[in-house]
């Protein structure tokens, strides 16, 4: 199913994982598996909507310089666009280009080399493109909007929006709790054994709680999403997890990355004893989960092993689930998981890595359950360091350099706290930012623009005389049935539907770390309300 989601525009930095994925724990992925539907868009709406609106701006204005031009030539034999906007594309153009270089040898050189050398590579920042420039300058936008005095947003959901901003802007309030609030959830969920004691027969009460309404992932990940063989059905789905570097060759290819590796120590010890462990027991315990993650990494299939998503979709049952893996209650977790909806051991299931699901059982049921308590509470410590103190951001930006060559900490606190917001209220920040900036008649050329490229393939299906019609007309089939996403969703500017979409979700400013728990919390609460209804595609 598709969703809106922000577009990189980028290659991805690990073969098995988004690169920065593993490292943004404030990041809650509502739909069940990585590259699976968002249901609520968290990661990745306003980036792709901001992209694709400057496309469609772009696209619009070059529309109209052609149209102009074929005017001014019909006339005069020669036309000249001199409007303000056409100026403006044309001076950029002009000013990215390094006219110094011959075409015929270097065109790229030749069309970029002006941008490159105007734009060196920020601080904190491992690559950068024109993409990421417009970002930053939309930030700075959003930033205005959000910190404005007279902020009156229409919908609950922008009031939502810029509370949830200003508590990550609230330093000061975050070094006042601490650590505590983790500390905190910890002892709730039933201790650490790093940090003090803990009940060692509750493993599936654990799991259930770090991965149902703390949406950490374990040794796999579970949720809902689209069926993609059969599309307007949702299906509870599970999938291999519980790496926290963002690829499994880090691991496994131990002389290449040792440093890579004895950062992420370091980073594992340095947070367990900022909860309260002690520094030897602390170091000891951490390594056991460090080769505990590698023993992961050698059943974790490769990802260009599953590329091809007709051999790894295995659809079966609870109960055939639970004959594969019997290390866990599959009935029990599903069913808390995705309370209150009434699961039994006929409801079926997707798996994308079967094999690794029987091995990883294995794996639990031969691990010590002190080891296994360890594991799942730093999947769940991991998830909460970004809405922490300095301290912890500073152990993170020490891993960060490790890992990219770049710091966190380079990164102005707004700047942050605006991707924060976006990852969670995507579609209200969204909204904001169209209400402010947006023209809907760029969106209506560009779905003009569409629509004609469409009509022109199905008309190019008609010549092609090797094709026979029954494939012809599956292939016009195909073409209609494309679902047009382009700048936003209309719901974002109806003031209810929008509020409908995050009804239920509690926001102060007075609390960054709560506020992350409760989306967490909120989020799972869509994901089950979402099993026994039509996919949304605007969503």
């Given amino acids: 199913m598709s969703s809106y989601k922000r577009a990189t525009f980028e290659e991805e930095d690990g073969s098995d994982a988004p690169a920065e994925a593993a490292l943004s724990p404030d990041t809650v992925e509502v739909g069940f598996r990585k590259g699976g539907v968002d249901i609520l868009g968290r990661r990745t709406q306003l980036e792709v909507l901001l992209s694709v609106m400057l496309l469609v701006s772009l696209l619009a204005l070059l529309a109209c310089l052609v149209v102009l031009a074929l005017g001014f030539s019909s006339d005069s034999g020669r036309g000249l666009c001199l409007s303000e906007a056409c100026v403006t594309v044309a001076s950029q153009i002009v000013e990215a280009m390094d006219r110094g270089v011959d075409p015929c040898q270097d065109f790229y050189q030749f069309a970029c080399g002006g941008w490159i050398r105007k734009n060196p590579l920020p601080d904190g920042r491992s690559r950068w493109s024109t993409f990421n420039s417009i970002w930053e300058q939309n930030q700075a936008l959003l930033k205005h909007l959000l910190e404005n005095g007279t902020f009156n947003g229409s919908s609950e959901a922008e009031r939502k929006t810029q509370s949830y901003y200003l508590s990550c802007l609230n330093t000061q309030r975050i070094e006042e709790l601490g650590a505590q609030p983790l500390i905190d959830l910890i002892t709730k969920i039933g201790g650490w054994n790093m940090t003090g004691p803990w009940d060692k027969d509750n493993f599936l009460e654990v799991l259930k709680m770090v991965s149902g309404p703390y949406r950490a992932q374990p040794f796999f990940s579970a949720g809902v999403s689209a069926d993609p063989k059969n599309s307007n059905s949702n299906v509870i789905q599970v999938d291999q997890s519980g790496l926290f570097l963002p690829s499994r060759d880090y691991y496994l290819n131990k002389t290449a990355n040792e440093k890579v590796l004895v950062a992420y120590l370091d980073y594992m010890v340095e947070l367990g004893m900022l909860l309260g462990g002690e520094k030897s027991s602390t170091h000891l315990q951490m390594q056991q989960i460090l080769d505990f993650e590698t023993t992961l990494a050698n059943i974790t299939v490769p990802q260009d092993q599953r590329r091809d998503e007709e051999k790894i979709y295995h659809k079966i049952t609870i109960a055939e689930l639970q004959l594969l893996a019997p290390a866990v209650d599959w ?31 294995e794996l639990i049921n031969k691990t010590d359950k002190s080891l296994l308590n360890n594991y799942m509470m730093w999947t769940l410590v991991q998830k909460s360091v970004a809405t ?140 089950a309300d979402q099993l026994r209804k039509t996919p949304n595609k605007d969503q």
Avoid at 331 to 357: I, M, Q
């Fill in 388 to 527: 922490l103190d300095q301290r912890f951001e500073n152990a993170q930006d020490k891993l960060l350099e490790s890992l990219y060559g770049t710091k966190k900490s380079c990164t102005p606190r707004w700047q942050t706290c605006i991707g924060n917001t976006d990852d969670t209220l995507g579609f209200a920040l969204g909204a904001l930012f169209v209400k402010a900036t947006f023209d809907k008649h760029s969106k209506e050329i560009a779905e003009k623009m569409i629509n004609e490229i469409r009509s022109a393939f199905k008309e190019s299906l008609d010549r092609l005389s090797w094709m026979d019609d029954e494939t012809r007309q599956a292939a016009k089939d195909k073409a209609d049935a494309i679902y047009d996403m382009i700048g936003f969703p209309e719901f974002i500017l109806d003031q209810k539907e929008l509020d409908d979409v995050y009804d239920g979700y509690e926001v102060s400013d007075d609390s960054f770390f709560q506020n992350m728990l409760n989306f967490y919390n909120f989020s799972a609460r869509v994901m």
């Fill in 331 to 361: 009935l029990d977790f599903l069913t808390f998981s995705l309370s209150p909806l009434d699961l039994n051991d006929t409801e079926p299931v997707v798996l994308y890595a079967k094999e690794y699901l029987q091995q990883v059982s």
